[in-house]
C-alpha cells in the first residue's frame, strides 16, 4: 500500500486546523547566532555569493534544522533580490547593511525596469529545490520576498534609514511616481513567489518590515493593497497558495490587514495587544508570533514566563511560535534550545 504524505505541522495550521502543539521556527534562524554559519559566510565571500550560489544557500538553510529539528526552514535569500533581479546595482558592506543607487526623484524612478530578469533568481530556485530534497517531509519549507512597501523604502534612499523618511516624503509629494515603484514590485513580487513554490517552498511570507511607520491613510494604499494584489496574484496562479503576511508594527491595524489582504497568517511583533489579536485576527487567521528577541538573549526564568505568556494569550487558537522579530547575533544556542523544549512540552 502506498504511504499517505506526511502532514506538515506548519501547514495544518495554516489550512485552518489548530494544533496541540503549536508549530515552531524562527525569522533569521539561519544566521550569525550559529558558528557553522559563520564559518560557511567567512568562506562564501560576499553576502550576495552566499545568497546567490545554491551549495551555500542551502546549506545555510538547512543548518538549523539539524540542530533544532524546526518545523518550517525558510530559504536563505534577502528581500532585495528583486531590484537586484530589476537591475539596480544591489551591495552589502559589512556592518553598515545593503547599499542601492538611490531612486529619489520621477525622473530617476522612470528610469527603473518593469520586468525582472528572472535568470538571475535562478540560483534562488535551486537553492530551494535542493533543501526540498534534503528536508525530512514533515518539515515545511517556506519561500519568502519583501513586501512593495519595505523594498520601496531601500530603492528610495539607497539604504536603510531610521524612519525610512525618504520614501515616506517621496509618496507624499509624488504618488504617481512613488506608485510605479509599488507596481513594479507587486508585479515582480508575485512571479518570484510563484517560481518559489513551483521549486518547493510549502509556503510563503511577505516580509513588510517598515509598514509600521506609515499612518492610517498610507499603510491601507502602500501596505495593505500591495499585499491584497499579491496575494490574489500568486493564488490566481497557484489555487490554495499558503501566504504568511508580515506587516512590522502594524498594532491597531492588523484587523483590516487580514481582511483585506486574506493571508493565511499573520505574523504579530512583541509590542501587539493580544486580546484585540485574539478577539479580532485569531477567529479571521492563524497567528504567528510573538516572542520578544531580547527575551531570548536574556534566558532563564525571564524566558520561560516569556514563552509562556505567547502560548496563554495565543495557544487556544491557531498559532505558529515564532519571535516577533528576527534573532538577534548574539542570542545564545541554549536558549533557542530552552524555547525549543518549553513550546514543544506545551499540551493546549
Given at each position: 500500500m502506498p504511504q499517505a504524505p506526511a502532514t506538515q505541522p506548519l501547514i495544518e495550521v495554516l489550512s485552518g486546523r489548530r494544533q496541540a502543539v503549536p508549530p515552531l521556527w524562527m525569522m533569521r534562524q539561519a544566521g550569525r547566532y550559529l558558528p557553522e554559519y559563520r564559518e560557511l559566510r567567512a568562506k562564501a565571500g560576499s553576502f550576495l555569493d552566499l545568497c546567490f550560489?545554491?551549495?551555500?544557500?542551502?546549506?545555510?538553510t538547512l543548518q538549523p534544522i539539524r540542530r533544532f529539528n524546526f518545523d518550517a526552514a525558510i530559504i536563505f535569500s534577502d528581500i532585495l533580490v528583486i531590484p537586484y533581479a530589476l537591475g539596480r546595482a544591489v551591495r552589502f558592506e559589512a556592518g553598515e547593511g545593503p547599499r542601492l543607487d538611490p531612486l529619489a526623484t520621477p525622473?530617476?524612478?522612470a528610469t527603473l525596469a518593469t520586468q525582472a530578469d528572472?535568470?538571475?533568481?535562478?540560483?534562488?530556485?535551486?537553492?530551494l529545490r535542493r533543501v526540498r530534497r534534503e528536508l525530512a517531509p514533515e518539515i515545511a519549507l517556506i519561500g519568502f520576498c519583501g513586501a512593495p512597501w519595505t523594498v520601496a523604502t531601500y530603492m528610495v534612499a539607497g539604504q536603510g534609514t531610521p524612519d525610512q523618511a525618504p520614501a515616506r516624503m517621496l509618496a507624499y509629494r509624488h504618488p504617481d511616481a512613488f506608485a510605479?515603484?509599488?507596481?513594479?514590485?507587486?508585479?515582480?513580487s508575485i512571479q518570484h513567489l510563484v517560481g518559489q513554490i513551483k521549486a518547493g517552498a510549502d509556503c510563503v511570507q511577505l516580509f513588510d518590515t517598515w509598514a509600521g511607520v506609515l499612518p492610517p491613510r498610507e499603510f491601507a494604499r502602500w501596505s495593505i493593497e500591495p499585499?491584497?494584489?499579491?496575494?490574489?496574484?500568486?493564488r490566481k496562479q497557484v489555487p490554495g497558495a499558503k501566504i504568511i503576511g508580515f506587516p512590522r508594527g502594524a498594532s491597531g491595524q492588523?484587523?483590516?490587514?487580514?481582511e483585506q489582504t486574506a493571508v493565511d497568517a499573520v505574523s504579530i511583533d512583541w509590542a501587539t495587544e493580544p486580546a484585540m489579536i485574539r478577539e479580532r485576527v485569531q477567529p479571521r487567521a492563524a497567528v504567528q508570533g510573538n516572542l520578544d528577541p531580547l527575551a531570548l538573549i536574556?534566558?532563564?526564568?525571564?524566558?520561560?514566563?516569556?514563552?509562556?505568556?505567547?502560548?496563554e494569550n495565543f495557544g487556544k487558537g491557531r498559532l505558529i511560535?515564532?519571535?516577533?522579530?528576527?534573532?538577534?547575533?548574539e542570542t545564545p544556542i541554549a536558549h533557542v534550545e530552552q524555547m525549543v523544549q518549553r513550546v514543544r512540552a506545551y499540551r493546549g
Amino acid at each position: 500500500m502506498p504511504q499517505a504524505p506526511a502532514t506538515q505541522p506548519l501547514i495544518e495550521v495554516l489550512s485552518g486546523r489548530r494544533q496541540a502543539v503549536p508549530p515552531l521556527w524562527m525569522m533569521r534562524q539561519a544566521g550569525r547566532y550559529l558558528p557553522e554559519y559563520r564559518e560557511l559566510r567567512a568562506k562564501a565571500g560576499s553576502f550576495l555569493d552566499l545568497c546567490f550560489t545554491p551549495d551555500y544557500a542551502a546549506e545555510v538553510t538547512l543548518q538549523p534544522i539539524r540542530r533544532f529539528n524546526f518545523d518550517a526552514a525558510i530559504i536563505f535569500s534577502d528581500i532585495l533580490v528583486i531590484p537586484y533581479a530589476l537591475g539596480r546595482a544591489v551591495r552589502f558592506e559589512a556592518g553598515e547593511g545593503p547599499r542601492l543607487d538611490p531612486l529619489a526623484t520621477p525622473e530617476e524612478i522612470a528610469t527603473l525596469a518593469t520586468q525582472a530578469d528572472f535568470a538571475k533568481l535562478e540560483p534562488v530556485y535551486e537553492a530551494l529545490r535542493r533543501v526540498r530534497r534534503e528536508l525530512a517531509p514533515e518539515i515545511a519549507l517556506i519561500g519568502f520576498c519583501g513586501a512593495p512597501w519595505t523594498v520601496a523604502t531601500y530603492m528610495v534612499a539607497g539604504q536603510g534609514t531610521p524612519d525610512q523618511a525618504p520614501a515616506r516624503m517621496l509618496a507624499y509629494r509624488h504618488p504617481d511616481a512613488f506608485a510605479k515603484i509599488i507596481d513594479i514590485l507587486v508585479e515582480n513580487s508575485i512571479q518570484h513567489l510563484v517560481g518559489q513554490i513551483k521549486a518547493g517552498a510549502d509556503c510563503v511570507q511577505l516580509f513588510d518590515t517598515w509598514a509600521g511607520v506609515l499612518p492610517p491613510r498610507e499603510f491601507a494604499r502602500w501596505s495593505i493593497e500591495p499585499a491584497r494584489r499579491i496575494v490574489a496574484g500568486v493564488r490566481k496562479q497557484v489555487p490554495g497558495a499558503k501566504i504568511i503576511g508580515f506587516p512590522r508594527g502594524a498594532s491597531g491595524q492588523l484587523p483590516a490587514y487580514v481582511e483585506q489582504t486574506a493571508v493565511d497568517a499573520v505574523s504579530i511583533d512583541w509590542a501587539t495587544e493580544p486580546a484585540m489579536i485574539r478577539e479580532r485576527v485569531q477567529p479571521r487567521a492563524a497567528v504567528q508570533g510573538n516572542l520578544d528577541p531580547l527575551a531570548l538573549i536574556a534566558g532563564g526564568a525571564a524566558l520561560d514566563r516569556a514563552i509562556d505568556d505567547v502560548l496563554e494569550n495565543f495557544g487556544k487558537g491557531r498559532l505558529i511560535f515564532n519571535l516577533g522579530h528576527g534573532i538577534l547575533p548574539e542570542t545564545p544556542i541554549a536558549h533557542v534550545e530552552q524555547m525549543v523544549q518549553r513550546v514543544r512540552a506545551y499540551r493546549g
